[in-house]
């Protein structure tokens, strides 16, 4: 049974536009571009990401703050320090910010210094996190859970939606299945089936959905001819030293590429 009303179709026929001010928009019959390192490192590090961003046309940049690591030993990101330090640079580029909230206590002290909020995929079953996020006036970016069907990422949209934040966007970022050649599987599936089901615009991210650098622009692409409204994925200087998931991250000459591509290959739709 369908158990989500307000972010279905059958409820808003006119797709939702998530506006994030100076002309930038996330929304259906267009491409938002968001890119950025896996996590947020270094000053220099961010200086150049949005260096790279601006001479690519890119928007948006994604970064973590707050990095959800498998082992408690690895990198778990800068902060609040960090994101004070990064909404700076941002700022005066004209660059907006998508980061990774994990808790509730992290909403407030965040809101001044980011655009999106992002729900990760550890975390898009954390229906506490949900309801608070839908009483927060900001765009709220919710990705797939890790096993999580179509049906659970739009009903914990729905979370968001009824607690009256309309600003939502989706994101299929791959799923776990038995294969073990790839990091996840990347469900393109969930891309025209999740636009189908719901007015809200829907992004991909290729970078976690392979997590094979050489294939993520593959996947992109790929993304786009499936319907997305957007694409994000993970970009830094030195991939190979980035603090987190540098397999799955493109240098600048390969984000300048697959930005290119994912324009072009946008005309053709
Ligand atoms: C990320 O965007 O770096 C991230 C941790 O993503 P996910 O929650 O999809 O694993
Ligand atoms: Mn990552």
Known sequence: SD????VSKKWKVKPTSIDLGDGIHIKDGDMALMAGPC???TEEQIIKV???L???GIKIMRGGVYKPRSSPYAFRGLGLEGLKLWHQHAKAAGIKIVTEVMQVSQIEEMYDYVDIYQVGARNTQNFNLLDELGRVDKAV??????SGTIEELLQSAE???SGGNEK???CERGIRTYEKASRNTLDLNAIPILK???????VVDPSHGIGIRQFVSHMALAGVMSGADGVIYETHEVPEKAYSDGQQTLDFHQSALLADQIRQTFALR
């Open 196 to 202: 189908s089901k719901s007015h809200l615009p829907v």
């Open 141 to 146: 970016m919710i990705k797939r859970g890790i």
């Open 50 to 52: 949005i260096d790279h």
């Open 168 to 170: 939502l966007i989706l």
């Open 54 to 56: 601006k001479a690519t």
């Open 159 to 161: 979370y968001v939606f």
């Open 3 to 6: 158990d989500y009303k307000l």
């Open 39 to 41: 996590s947020i490192e």
